[in-house]
């Protein structure tokens, strides 16, 4: 209305220029008091420049205008927010501390504001105050906390009568008030559309306090915690427990479908969404915590305690880390896996009936949450192994994967589906569960097969090799790494599956690729662990596998007689430079792409997407545990027993200086493979399991096709899976699983990661667009 455009245009008051004094209440006043306004208002009324410019010329106004609009919230906090006309001067500042405050985090010379107590701010305006004034920051935040739990605004009153008797905000106990059913919280309140609404107005102007964050630079040093973050998590925080469960709660219970009625969505619209995915984010932020420089409470999923109680190991300061890693009874790990699986599957009931379910867009704040709670909290990772209900998460993840491959915009969101994937792998009952066959047929843009849920890990993983875009390189060593960590479990390999590996083997045991860059052999090594685990501790089942083994055995052959010498390498070398494609996809008998699927778009031209740090490599992200007889792991020490893999890929991670003696630099700076490099390597290949095996089997395999005149490939898999090698192979060598293991190279990952997710998520207000960001650079595809 044109009420609101007078009173809360800047330009519009020339005064505004000069300083105020912050008695004139009635100059305050109009930015709040207006009754018709929203978020989006306040920002079309509030332009960046008028900000900005407030800042540089009268930064006086600008340090009033946010110390009232504080003082007003923590008004309506003591008071409890009774009137209308309160409720609307609390929105209508947090609103208007949502617009100012990325401006006044992007400068530096502003940044401490918050921080600081107001001079005079004493009630009586003496100083005798000053002595116990809180922050600002302190201040807002515990106003805040206060607002979240207010009686009649955002949560249902408890009492009957409204009589003079309005609950006095300062005696009532939040774990009460809680906002849904769920953790340590049996009763489910009436949902109530005002309360969700003015909940999540005051949780993105808490988001908005915590995004500080953004405008530092990424520094290697990730232990340089958030200090609204730290405080708002701190034990001054009265609301701590409440609010924590009540966020995790709200997500975990979501239904988006419309409470299972299919195109119930298109009749109402859906006013839990925004909060569901505000809590989200709020929720991922607190728990920004790097594992790798603290203790965290029960990393060794040992202790015990009840709900959430004090008899733990006093663990992390941050409370809401504390709690998600003390929470331990099964329904609440029951409520927590069903609730994140459920909405991560949702993009994938589109498929079905499409537009039947309301579709949600937050699965990334969804996948990092799922990351922190198997991080943070052991034995919730453990319950997650424990039954086939992980596969509900694998299956959304490989989809996302598949679908995100040809997309330069979503290399975050591989890179975390990746890394959730080799955390779950680091355990045997991850390979062990993969072995469910696989009969929900959501539509993916994969070959059509019949198999297992481990089928479906390698045909995507190499889908997302074979035909991801150039960005994806780094992803490769972890992935051979996931399908390392659960080879010694996979009992029966498909036909499609199996002949998926033999071409990666193909693919990355080509001479050009082996000496074109310093790390690429990894990869085949990988390859033949794989090989080698699935031949010595699953021979039996296996047929499809042995039977590829045995078509591709020149593949093997070459890679025992590799040339070495100089000229052999430059050959190779020059062969590149006329095949740039990285790996081909032909000869991998593509198949028919299942039916109903899309193929994987790359991104549209100009969409935008934030930069990431990059992530450690596979020897720093994972260390390497034995597992022995029993099934249980012990961690080994470094070099106590290396296998090739693991001496190939320490001198990868060697300095420069060292590596120089085996391969040479040439003046370009460029590295160039030497025989002495490839040689290095190539006496570690780990092929005479595979040797053997094919010494055995090929003559046997040979006369059959002769006696019979067979050209029939099922006659062969018959009398292969009938045949055995017991006696025959190499003493089976340990199992050796890689596990991921917290560094501050992921945490400070995960930090850009998240951030760039929320930064592009909320562009309705567009609050942190086209300011001075320093987390990450805004790019366009």
């Known amino acids: 209305g044109g009420s609101a455009r007078s009173t809360l245009s800047v330009r519009e008051q020339p005064r505004f220029q000069l300083p105020v004094e912050a008695t004139d209440d009635a100059f305050w006043d109009q930015f709040w008091a207006d009754t018709a306004t929203s978020v989006q208002d306040v920002f079309?009324?509030?332009?960046?420049?008028?900000?900005?410019?407030?800042?540089?010329?009268?930064?006086?106004?600008?340090?009033?205008?946010?110390?009232?609009?504080?003082?007003?919230?923590?008004?309506?906090?003591?008071?409890?927010?009774?009137?209308?006309?309160?409720?609307?001067?609390?929105?209508?500042?947090?609103?208007?501390?949502?617009?100012i405050l990325p401006y006044i985090f992007e400068d530096p010379d502003w940044r401490g504001f918050f921080w600081s107590t107001v001079p005079g701010a004493g009630r009586g305006?003496?100083?005798?105050?000053?002595?116990?004034?809180?922050?600002?920051?302190?201040?807002?935040?515990?106003?805040?906390?206060?607002?979240?739990?207010?009686?009649?605004?955002?949560?249902?009153?408890?009492?009957?009568?409204?009589?003079?008797?309005?609950?006095?905000?300062?005696?009532?106990d939040s774990c009460e008030y809680i906002w849904?059913?769920?953790?340590?919280?049996?009763?489910?309140?009436?949902p109530n559309y005002n309360h969700d609404l003015n909940r999540t107005e005051l949780l993105k102007l808490l988001l908005t306090c915590f995004s500080e964050a953004m405008y530092l630079p990424p520094s290697s040093d990730s232990s340089n915690a958030n200090p609204w973050v730290q405080f708002f998590c701190s034990t001054e925080n009265r609301h701590a427990l409440p609010l924590f469960t009540s966020l995790l709660n709200i997500v975990c219970?979501?239904?988006?479908?419309?409470?299972?009625?299919?195109?119930?969505?298109?009749?109402?619209?859906?006013?839990?969404?925004?909060?569901?995915?505000?809590?989200?984010?709020?929720?991922?932020?607190?728990?920004?915590?790097?594992?790798?420089?603290?203790?965290?409470?029960?990393?060794?999923?040992?202790?015990?305690?009840?709900?959430?109680?004090?008899?733990?190991?006093?663990?992390p300061d941050n409370l809401f880390v504390n709690y998600l890693s003390r929470i331990h009874r099964e329904e609440d790990f029951q409520f927590i896996l069903k609730g994140v699986a459920r909405l991560l599957s949702n993009p994938l009931v589109?498929?079905?009936?499409?537009?039947?379910?309301?579709?949600?867009?937050?699965?990334?704040?969804?996948?990092?949450?799922?990351?922190?709670?198997?991080?943070?909290?052991?034995?919730?990772?453990?319950?997650?192994?424990?039954?086939?209900?992980?596969?509900?998460?694998?299956?959304?993840?490989?989809?996302?994967?598949?679908?995100?491959?040809?997309?330069?915009?979503?290399?975050?969101?591989?890179?975390?589906?990746?890394?959730i994937l080799?955390?779950?792998?680091?355990?045997?009952?991850?390979?062990?569960?993969?072995?469910?066959?696989?009969?929900?047929?959501?539509?993916?843009?994969?070959?059509?097969?019949?198999?297992?849920?481990?089928?479906?890990?390698?045909?995507?993983?190499?889908?997302?090799?074979?035909?991801?875009?150039?960005?994806?390189?780094?992803?490769?060593?972890?992935?051979?790494?996931?399908?390392?960590?659960?080879?010694?479990?996979?009992?029966?390999?498909?036909?499609?599956?199996?002949?998926?590996?033999?071409?990666?083997?193909?693919?990355f045991s080509t001479t050009w690729f082996l000496f074109s860059t310093v790390q690429n052999h990894h990869l085949v090594f990988f390859l033949l662990e794989v090989f080698n685990n699935i031949i010595q501790y699953q021979f039996d089942g296996n047929s499809n596998l042995v039977y590829a083994i045995i078509r591709k055995r020149n593949v093997f052959h070459q890679l025992a007689n590799l040339p070495t010498d100089a000229q052999s390498i430059q050959k190779a070398l020059q062969r590149k430079k006329k095949t740039p494609e990285p790996i081909s996809r032909t000869n991998s008998q593509e198949g028919i792409s299942m039916e109903g699927s899309r193929p994987a778009?790359?991104?549209?031209?100009?969409?935008?997407?934030?930069?990431?740090?990059?992530?450690?490599?596979?020897?720093?992200?994972?260390?390497?545990?034995?597992?022995?007889?029993?099934?249980?792991?012990r961690s080994l020490e470094p070099e106590s027993s290396q296998s090739p893999l693991e001496a190939s890929l320490a001198e990868a991670s060697q300095p420069k200086r060292d590596r120089r003696r085996l391969s040479s630099t040439s003046l370009s700076g460029q590295w160039i493979p030497t025989p002495d490099w490839v040689m290095s390597w190539k006496s570690k290949l780990p092929l005479q399991t595979i040797m053997r095996l094919l010494q055995v089997l090929v003559?046997?395999?040979?006369?059959?096709?002769?006696?019979?005149?067979?050209?029939?490939?099922?006659?062969?898999?018959?009398?292969?899976?009938?045949g055995t090698l017991v006696g025959l192979l190499p003493v089976p060598h340990p199992i050796l699983i890689r596990k991921y293991q917290a560094n501050s190279g992921t945490a400070m990952w995960f930090r850009t990661y998240m951030w760039g997710v929320i930064y592009l998520r909320n562009v309705d207000p567009p609050i942190w667009y086209d300011t001075d960001v320093k987390l990450f650079e805004i790019q366009r595809v």
């Open 180 to 190: 849904e059913a769920g953790v340590g919280f049996a009763h489910s309140p009436q």
């Open 699 to 722: 003559p046997q395999v040979e006369k059959i096709c002769i006696d019979k005149g067979l050209t029939d490939e099922s006659e062969i898999l018959k009398f292969l899976q009938h």
């Open 253 to 315: 219970a979501y239904d988006p479908v419309g409470y299972g009625i299919p195109y119930n969505h298109l009749l109402f619209s859906d006013y839990r969404e925004p909060l569901v995915e505000e809590a989200a984010q709020v929720l991922i932020v607190t728990l920004d915590y790097d594992t790798s420089t603290s203790s965290s409470p029960t990393v060794d999923g040992t202790t015990t305690s009840t709900a959430m109680d004090d008899v733990d190991p006093p663990g």
């Open 44 to 99: 079309a009324l509030v332009p960046a420049a008028e900000i900005r410019a407030v800042r540089e010329e009268s930064p006086s106004n600008l340090a009033t205008l946010c110390y009232k609009a504080v003082e007003k919230l923590v008004q309506g906090a003591e008071s409890g927010c009774h009137s209308e006309k309160e409720k609307q001067i609390v929105l209508n500042c947090s609103r208007l501390l949502t617009r």
């Open 350 to 419: 589109q498929t079905y009936l499409p537009n039947s379910a309301k579709k949600i867009q937050f699965h990334q704040e969804l996948l990092v949450l799922f990351w922190k709670l198997c991080d943070f909290n052991k034995k919730f990772l453990f319950f997650v192994l424990k039954s086939s209900d992980v596969l509900d998460i694998l299956v959304p993840i490989l989809y996302f994967l598949n679908d995100a491959r040809a997309d330069q915009s979503r290399v975050g969101l591989m890179h975390i589906g990746v890394f």
């Open 125 to 172: 305006g003496g100083d005798e105050e000053d002595e116990n004034a809180r922050p600002l920051a302190e201040s807002l935040l515990l106003a805040i906390a206060d607002l979240l739990f207010c009686p009649d605004f955002t949560v249902q009153s408890h009492r009957k009568s409204t009589v003079d008797t309005a609950e006095d905000i300062h005696s009532i």
């Open 422 to 507: 080799l955390l779950l792998s680091g355990e045997r009952n991850f390979g062990v569960r993969l072995n469910k066959p696989y009969s929900v047929r959501v539509p993916m843009d994969i070959p059509v097969f019949t198999g297992t849920h481990a089928d479906l890990l390698i045909i995507v993983f190499h889908k997302i090799i074979t035909s991801g875009h150039q960005r994806l390189q780094p992803l490769f060593d972890c992935l051979l790494t996931i399908i390392v960590n659960v080879s010694p479990y996979l009992k029966s390999l498909s036909m499609v599956a199996a002949n998926k590996l033999l071409h990666l083997l193909e693919a």
């Open 601 to 633: 778009a790359p991104a549209e031209p100009g969409t935008l997407k934030t930069s990431l740090v990059a992530t450690p490599g596979i020897d720093k992200l994972t260390e390497k545990s034995q597992v022995s007889e029993d099934g249980t792991m």
